[in-house]
Every structure is written in structure tokens, then in C-alpha cells.
Nanobody, 121 residues
Framework: QVQVVESGGGLVQAGGSLILSCTASGSTFSINTMGWYRQAPGKQRELVATITSGGSTNYADSAKGRFTISMDNAKNTVYLQMNSLKPEDTAVYYC???????????????WGQGTQVTVSS
């Protein structure tokens, strides 16, 4: 089995910074892509940023220039550095790991439980 656990959310003032981290652990697997998504109250979950194991990144327009995604392959951990935060960034942030499982070769998405980010004005 695979577990995906996020950490690092919290309350910050507008203009401030936060860093989120997410680690995938458990049975033998290889990571294809990890990413961050967010869901604000009353809204659909949306992409924030993704990164492949090779280091290719993709950002939502709302994240470009303010957020940076990075990954430590050795630790199966992805980070999201968020700068210049705005109240509209307030949401639950979810981590997703797209994993190839070694025991059955299935490619599966695993989601974390989410971490709350609140930006006050």
C-alpha cells in the first residue's frame, strides 16, 4: 500500500509565504508525477502545479511567478513554495502522486488528505 501525507499548511497574512511538503511512502513503487491541487469552499478542485520525476514542471496561471514546485526523488517528497500569497489562495491543498506500483505494475493516483491554507487580508 502507498500513503501520501501533506504538511505545512497554516494561517498567513497576505503577501506572506508558506511551504508545503508531501511524501509518498509504503510499498515498492516508482513515481511518475507528483502535484498539488487545491479546493476552495464551493469550488471544484483545481490544478496548482505538477512535476515529473525528471523535473519537468507545469503551473496553473494563478501560480506562475509566485509558486515553485520541486521534488526530492530520493525522499519521494514534493514541495510547494508559495510566495506573495493572496486571500484567493485560501483553500485545502491536496497532494497527488501518480505511481507505478512494483508489485502489479499498475499506474495509480494516490491522494493525500489535504492541508488547509488560509490567507488573511
Amino acid at each position: 500500500q502507498v500513503q501520501v501525507v501533506e504538511s505545512g499548511g497554516g494561517l498567513v497574512q497576505a503577501g506572506g509565504s508558506l511551504i508545503l511538503s508531501c511524501t509518498a511512502s509504503g510499498s515498492t513503487f516508482s513515481i511518475n508525477t507528483m502535484g498539488w491541487y487545491r479546493q476552495a469552499p464551493g469550488k471544484q478542485r483545481e490544478l496548482v502545479a505538477t512535476i515529473t520525476s525528471g523535473g519537468s514542471t507545469n503551473y496553473a496561471d494563478s501560480a506562475k511567478g509566485r509558486f515553485t514546485i520541486s521534488m526530492d526523488n530520493a525522499k519521494n517528497t514534493v514541495y510547494l513554495q508559495m510566495n506573495s500569497l493572496k486571500p484567493e489562495d485560501t483553500a485545502v491543498y491536496y497532494c497527488k502522486a501518480n505511481i507505478r506500483r512494483a508489485w502489479d505494475f499498475a499506474i495509480v493516483d494516490y491522494w493525500g488528505q489535504g492541508t488547509q491554507v488560509t490567507v488573511s487580508s
